[in-house]
T-cell receptor, first 113, second 111 residues
């Protein structure tokens, strides 16, 4: 079964540092997403990406966040200056569109200290 | 987006059938009902999606009454590995729609 691959599985960073989270979506999928889940809380939408541009973003996705698809396979989430409250599991997802469900990756646990 | 209400938690035993009901009174005409499963420290996993009546796949069945104001996810003969959080989501049927997760139902399966 095709998978969405996320690396690293766990990232520890100091407050104020930049982090880049990596994702390899399923190869024939057209839509890409980032979600996050703070420990014990709901899964929250961050951003969706289609045709090499952001199609939708949430209030969480402020100027500190950016996404990029630098080549045909990778999809990255950058947090420019991390804050303690950015500590969470970050999930990448992709979909074919047309009503098929999302496929989520296993996540990157980001810990900001 | 239609609001969903589902039980916070449920308990079951191995081998039993589990039915988790979700209320969505304000479901729109073009909304579909989708269920995801999430294990600790993993991403949600798509289980099943439906619009009306009954949908069945190798994992679960989804029952949707005619008024579509609720739906029931049915898991046949659960095992310990079915212990997870189950989310009911309601929204347009397009793969690029934003998913809005609630708190879900924590299903605990005991031996």
């Amino acid at each position: 079964e095709p998978e969405v691959t996320q690396t690293p599985s766990h990232q520890v960073t100091q407050m104020g540092q930049e982090v880049i989270l990596h994702c390899v979506p399923i190869s024939n999928h057209l839509y890409f997403y980032w979600y996050r889940q703070i420990l014990g809380q709901k899964v929250e939408f961050l951003v969706s990406f289609y045709n090499n541009e952001i199609s939708e973003k949430s209030e969480i996705f402020d100027d500190q966040f950016s996404v990029e698809r630098p080549d045909g396979s990778n999809f990255t989430l950058k947090i420019r200056s991390t804050k303690l409250e950015d500590s969470a599991m970050y999930f990448c997802a992709s979909s074919e569109g047309g009503g098929y469900g999302y496929t989520f990756g296993s996540g990157t646990r980001l810990t900001v200290v | 987006l239609a609001k969903t209400t589902q039980p916070i938690s449920m308990d079951s035993y191995e081998g039993q059938e589990v039915n988790i009901t979700c209320s969505h009174n304000n479901i729109a005409t073009n909304d579909y009902i989708t269920w995801y499963q999430q294990f600790p420290s993993q991403g949600p996993r798509f289980i099943i999606q439906g619009y009306k009546t009954k949908v069945t796949n190798e994992v679960a069945s989804l029952f949707i009454p005619a008024d579509r104001k609720s739906s029931t996810l049915s898991l046949p003969r659960v095992s310990l590995s079915d212990t997870a959080v189950y989310y009911c989501l309601v929204g347009p049927n397009s793969g690029y729609s934003t998913l809005t997760f609630g708190k879900g139902t924590m299903l605990l399966v005991s031996p």
